[in-house]
């Protein structure tokens, strides 16, 4: 309709020109917005949780608290350390904000409210994040510190680690909707998929909460241990780059999980409204999270990526594909086709009795084992002895 309206009085390629313009302008300065609202909830929210007031001074109930904290960071002195590759430590900022932007263009916020409708939208996030952590590796290389490099190699070492799992589990919903396409996978969603697919859910929020440095895993920027692990060096605007680019993330992160697994806007009740209040939902499980589990040691991580997560989602992965086979078989859909709704509620109640077995196997195999009395005791007697 805006491109309609331009062409009127401007030519053709200019008026595309200028429609390609605003709605850029737009996406960048939404995203600015969610960011800092976001810091706001954040903290009132852990506030309330660790029983005291937070942010209230600055405008009504502390509203304006995040726009202070952004004027005091377009104040600051932007300092660069006399030893950095100063091209790579200036273009980390920008490469770690253009993921979650890039990726707000293919989630469908409503019905007809999408930038561009790609058919293999879910891949193309995939592919966009993963260069997330080159962008913290080239913040950790160029900042010539030993904490920031630190901070770059444990973000790899995690970012790898968590999309293997994150991926797998990814499957199991493409499989159930016969499309890559976002759109696609919710219109699929006769039954939202959370109770379809209840262990890929768990797992890939988990791997998604690690994509995104969340406690408990946000190892690459552990302030008991690295200082601030690869922002260390940065200061002003650029650390508040970052700052406001692990926040686009957790938004980003929280809107494709509601695509695939909430059934995204439907019920539609006009508009994107029913997407964000989901949105909003999902990112207070990243909000709590913080609020209330301590964090991971790397080891610990890595366990739970490769020993546990991995196992599980190819598990998950094999029993979804048997028994959309079987499903589709048995209703006589074909192949291509989504499975329809007698075959979801039925895969609902079989996965969801599995994944309560499965989480109470775990928590039974994962429950740490209590030395005997006496063998601590006598563990005790010989270090004084020697």
Do not use: C
């Amino acid at each position: 309709m805006l491109r309609d309206l331009l062409t009127g009085f401007l030519p053709e390629a200019v008026a595309d020109a200028a429609v390609t313009f605003l709605v850029v302008f737009a996406v960048i300065n939404f995203a600015l917005v969610v960011a800092t609202m976001l810091t706001f909830v954040e903290r009132r929210v852990i506030g309330r949780m660790q029983n005291r007031i937070g942010p209230n001074r600055v405008g009504p109930n502390g509203i304006l608290q995040a726009v202070a904290d952004l004027l005091k960071l377009l104040t600051k002195e932007d300092i660069v350390p006399r030893g950095a590759d100063r091209w790579v430590f200036h273009a980390a900022p920008v490469l770690a904000f253009a993921p979650g932007l890039l990726s707000l263009a293919v989630i469908p916020f409503a019905a007809g409210w999408i930038l561009a409708d790609l058919n293999v939208g879910i891949l193309f996030i995939v592919a966009v994040t993963a260069t997330t952590s080159l962008s913290l590796f080239m913040a950790g290389w160029g900042s010539n510190n030993k904490y920031s490099l630190y901070g770059a190699m444990r973000s790899v070492a995690q970012l790898i680690s968590y999309e293997v799992p994150m991926v797998l589990a990814l499957v199991s919903v493409v499989m159930l909707a016969g499309s890559l396409s976002l759109r696609e996978i919710v219109e699929a969603q006769s039954i939202p998929f959370v109770l379809v697919q209840p262990l890929a859910f768990l797992l890939f929020l988990l791997a998604t909460t690690a994509e995104i440095g969340r406690s408990p895993f946000d190892l690459p920027e552990a302030e008991s241990e690295i200082v601030a692990g690869y922002h260390t060096e940065y200061t002003g605007m650029k650390f508040g780059t970052f700052y406001a680019a692990e926040y686009l993330a957790g938004f980003m992160w929280s809107g494709v999980i509601v695509s695939l697994f909430f059934a995204g806007w439907k019920p539609d009740l006009g508009g994107p409204v029913w997407w964000f209040l989901k949105t909003m939902a999902v990112f207070f499980l990243f909000i709590w999270f913080r609020g209330t589990l301590p964090r991971l040691r790397i080891d610990q991580l890595l366990h739970l990526a490769w020993k546990v997560l991995v196992p599980l989602s190819l598990a998950n992965l094999l029993v979804t594909g048997i028994e959309v086979l079987a499903y589709k078989a048995i209703l006589g859909v074909a192949a291509e086709a989504p499975l329809p709704l007698a075959g979801l509620a039925a895969m609902a109640v079989v996965n969801i009795a599995a994944t309560v077995v499965v989480l109470l196997v775990l928590a039974e195999l994962l429950k740490p084992k209590e030395r005997a009395a006496g063998s601590a005791v006598q563990g005790v007697g010989v270090r004084v002895g020697g």
